[in-house]
């Protein structure tokens, strides 16, 4: 294990989480996902992305997401997921998607899936529970994403950042 992923799994250690209550959390998302990705796309449609947007099926692209948000809350971290959240990425950094409106979407969907918990909950404590699980679970998701995301770009970041401190024979400057 790297040492970006043993810091992650510091913070967000899916490990406890019982199959019921990731199960029991995926039913109370479940059943307003399709709202959710309705409103969420309908948003999307408002923003400077509305051009990619328009060249795209969007019935295919929520299909996508219920089956990526599925495997995240009910299934565990494999290979295939590790995959397609490469394969997911490097189609958001072809897009030129800012990482910014990509943290915020994932915040919307937290947003929106703890409304759907409370709904959906037998009580207060089982709320508690699932919303607590759904934390641990999307962030875990969106960190993961983000260092797919960053990983391309990062050597060139760096390198920038080298060479401007360096002059044109590569000696570094005051």
Do not use: C
């Amino acid at each position: 294990m790297g040492r970006a992923a043993f810091e992650r799994d510091l913070w967000y250690d899916r490990q406890h989480l019982s199959r019921s209550i990731r199960k029991r959390t995926w039913l109370a998302i479940s059943q307003d996902l399709d709202h959710i990705l309705v409103k969420f796309y309908a948003k999307l449609k408002r923003t400077g992305y509305k051009h990619i947007l328009d060249r795209v099926n969007i019935e295919a692209l929520k299909r996508k997401q219920t089956a990526h948000w599925e495997q995240i809350f009910v299934y565990d971290i494999d290979r295939a997921y590790r995959k397609r959240i490469d394969r997911m990425n490097k189609v958001h950094n072809e897009l030129e998607i800012e990482p910014t409106h990509y943290v915020t979407a994932y915040l919307y969907f937290m947003n929106m899936f703890q409304r759907s918990i409370l709904a959906h909950a037998a009580g207060p404590h089982e709320a508690h529970q699932m919303i607590s699980a759904m934390q641990i679970i999307v962030s875990d998701d969106l960190s993961r994403s983000l260092e797919s995301y960053y990983r391309p770009s990062t050597l060139q970041i760096s390198a920038d950042f080298v060479h401007a401190f360096m002059d044109d024979k590569g000696t570094r400057q005051g």
